[in-house]
């Protein structure tokens, strides 16, 4: 880990992070050689799920070193005996505590690989499927699955024409102190215009 730090990364991706104490001393060893490196820790481990508001915690506290976290889908398997057939419906409770773990945390949270990367298909429902609990990305294993995850991720071009009339509409005069406003025959919040913004901002 240390010599990892000195050779100076983005980040650092850590498996097995399980509790807080685990985590803070990972990010505090690598602040101490180089404190611009982040710390990604893979949540994979049913101790993992049961500390999931500690770890949360302890990102919050590291200052923004811990700005991601990546779930290690195939050790949680082994972990737990549980099956990712079915479309991981066995999983989806503890996806669920991950995302809430990380969002808490004002982190991002990478779903986990899908093992068959001949299966376009299956990739994209899976991707779908992350992309609809609330994942931010997704792991790869291999080149050819790049696009599909790339695309899966990223605001479709509805998504980006509504974030941006959104934002318009409160940028008027007239709406510019509003709490609720009508937009298309459709009531928008305040929330909306947050959310709109986190659209946009992912196509910078």
Sequence with gaps: LEAIAEAGPDAIVVPKVSTPDDLIDIYTRVSRINPKVHV???LE???????????????????????C????????????GASAADNRAAMVSWFATFIALAKAADANILDGPYN???DAEGLKAECAQGSALG????????????ETVTTAF?????????????????????NAKLG?????????????????????????
């Design 40 to 42: 990604w820790p893979m």
């Design 45 to 67: 481990t049913p101790l993992a799920v049961m500390n999931a508001t500690g770890l949360s915690e302890a990102a919050r506290d590291s200052g923004g070193q811990v700005d």
């Design 69 to 80: 976290f990546l779930v290690g889908t195939n050790d949680l398997a082994k972990e737990t």
């Design 116 to 118: 068959d990367f001949r």
């Design 135 to 146: 994942m931010d990305g997704k792991t790869i294993i291999h080149p050819a699955q790049i």
């Design 154 to 174: 990223a605001p479709s071009e509805e998504e980006l024409a509504w974030a941006r009339a959104v934002v318009e509409a409160f940028d008027q005069p007239d």
């Design 180 to 204: 609720v406003i009508s937009l298309e025959g459709e009531m928008v919040e305040r929330l909306h215009l947050e959310m709109a913004k986190r659209t946009l901002a992912r196509v910078g």
